[in-house]
T-cell receptor, first 109, second 115 residues
Framework: DAKTTQPPSMDCAEGRAANLPCNHSTISGNEYVYWYRQIHSQGPQYIIHGLKNNETNEMASLIITEDRKSSTLILPHATLRDTAVYYCIVRQNTDKLIFGTGTRLQVFP | GAVVSQHPSWVICKSGTSVKIECRSLDFQATTMFWYRQFPKQSLMLMATSNEGSKATYEQGVEKDKFLINHASLTLSTLTVTSAHPEDSSFYIC???????????FGPGTRLLVL
């Protein structure tokens, strides 16, 4: 069973920040939070991951709450090409990836 | 970043035939690869873990005799769908962990249509 809960869909205006929430209330101490996205008819793409500190890379920022029970993926300036299904996954580093239902983000002009 | 390729990208076959899908890590070695299946409008479902030089590990409910996996080298894993039927039509995706094992790199997927 997936260990995360995400809203099924979200909309975002082009150029605005997209904030995608994820609940993982049963996360254990050695589990990381990973984010992947899947653009239609393509393989998933790694975005970012973190353990407890906030993380930022060229694609996005990951904000993890202090109790680690939830996190938010932030796309600072969404573009039409960011339209995809975004998956939040909790795993230990060597575990296989188990995908939940994800959030379908629609970026509109 | 690391690249994973799949071949073919799409295939159409008749019911009862077998189809082989290849997954290659192009610029790194992978002792483990993963195979997923995805039906329309659904999430990815992990089918099995492919282990180089040993037997694959299948997830619960996945028929190992139906979906044959061979991981003969450090850069190649194959999935053979034996005696394919229309209900096997799906999007098959493989992945391989990067050198740090922190991330997984996914192939572009293979779309199978069984008539």
């Amino acid at each position: 069973d997936a260990k995360t809960t995400q809203p099924p869909s979200m909309d975002c205006a082009e150029g605005r920040a997209a904030n995608l929430p994820c609940n993982h209330s049963t996360i254990s101490g050695n589990e990381y939070v990973y984010w992947y996205r899947q653009i239609h008819s393509q393989g998933p793409q790694y975005i970012i991951h973190g353990l407890k500190n906030n993380e930022t890379n060229e694609m996005a920022s990951l904000i993890i709450t202090e109790d680690r029970k939830s996190s938010t993926l932030i796309l600072p300036h969404a573009t039409l090409r960011d339209t995809a299904v975004y998956y939040c996954i909790v795993r230990q580093n060597t575990d296989k990836l188990i995908f939940g239902t994800g959030t379908r983000l629609q970026v509109f002009p | 970043g690391a690249v994973v390729s799949q071949h073919p990208s799409w295939v159409i076959c008749k019911s009862g035939t077998s189809v082989k899908i290849e997954c290659r890590s192009l610029d790194f070695q992978a002792t483990t690869m993963f195979w997923y299946r995805q039906f329309p409008k659904q999430s990815l479902m992990l089918m099995a873990t492919s282990n180089e030089g040993s037997k694959a590990t299948y997830e619960q409910g996945v028929e190992k005799d139906k979906f044959l996996i061979n991981h003969a080298s450090l850069t190649l894993s194959t999935l053979t769908v034996t005696s394919a039927h229309p209900e096997d039509s799906s999007f098959y995706i493989c992945s391989a962990p990067g050198t740090a094992s922190e991330t997984q790199y996914f192939g572009p997927g293979t779309r199978l249509l069984v008539l």
